[in-house]
């Protein structure tokens, strides 16, 4: 490890001017440069403190109900969120900003930058969600005697096969982790197979998947109407579910959709777009209902999560451009199918699992959206083994926020 650590310093240093340099020709900032290199600067925690660590936007979002829980469970401890990127950091300060009580950078893996990290912040307990895995950083814990932990743990094939070969070197980091608790029984399986030790490696179900149903009751006048929700649309997208939507209705003539846009600001762009396919639309937030229209724009705060309970599947928008997609859980949690474009690098582990199913379709064009919705809609066998699935889904991947407390409470009990 030492050696480790004088070579990953050397390296470091002689490298980080070139990369100043390089983002200062492509005109990008360094963000949380100070706190990478350790000069964070939190406010009084105390000596009872949970950090969490989640990389960038994913991640970050993936710790939320779990952060909450812990705000919960144990409140005698400050919470300390860290992140590695500039929308990771984004995203904690929305979401944390009223429950963590520090959220800085991650440090750079080089033992000047993690010890002085550490010795600002000495945490009680390290929680990293997924599969981030740093010599130094997991050493300099194993020494002071913090447990760190990979929660939500996942390992792609391409890693997998890349680390394997490293075996020899990994197996030796890994045993300076408390714990390892993956997303799969497979994932356990490869990260044992890198070197994590069997005894402390272990499935926990995937926390993304931890979420509850609302409790709600909407009338919007469905009745026996089939409803498809887009949800979270972003520019551009809003015309290809209406073009979809028109040629879907043309033959499924009770189609009806909820066209849910993630920024209201764009209404008077959309209801434009609404009117060129010539069907009857309105307003939530005038009380208009599928009684009467075809269409129905939510414009109001805060009500897209419940109308999934009603609807019969979702097309998740932020998938047609670059995005990177919105959370397809939301639906899916109510048994409802979900369809996606391409682009959903933010949620790519919740895609893989849903699209392995037909609970999940990743459609590539607006042609074959189009298509997917009339599957969906006309062959009633195909629509049931999609609802079926998303059961199947939840049910396997349930218990892993339950399973991070009770390890915590029978650690900091």
Known sequence: MFIYEILATIIFLTLLPFY?????????????WREKLGFVNPPDLGNKIIMLHGVSVGEVIALENLTKKIKETF???KIVITTGTRTGQEIAHKKYEKIADFITYFPFDVSFAVKSFLEKI?????????????PDFAYQCKKRNIPLFVINGRISDSTFNAYKRLKFFFKHILKNYTGIYSQSIEDREKLVAIGAPP???EFMG???FDIKKLDVSID???????LIIAGSTHKGEDEIVLEAFKNVKAKVKNAKLLLASRHLERLPEIEEFVKKINLSYGFRSKGDTFKDKDIILLDTMGELGKMYSICDFAFIGGSFNNTGGHNPLEAAVYNKPVITGPCIHNFKDIYSILTHTNAGKLVKTPKE???HMLKLLTDEKYYTEAQNDCFKVFEAQKGALDFVINKLKSLLA
């Open 20 to 32: 100043y340099i390089v983002r200062v020709i492509q005109k990008k900032y360094l963000y949380g």
């Open 75 to 77: 409140p005698d401890y």
């Open 122 to 134: 000495h945490p009680s307990v390290v929680l990293i969600a997924e599969t981030e895995l740093w």
């Open 199 to 201: 005894e402390n490696t």
């Open 206 to 208: 995937n926390l993304k």
């Open 220 to 226: 919007i006048g469905k009745g026996d109407n089939k």
């Open 369 to 371: 959206l189009e298509e």
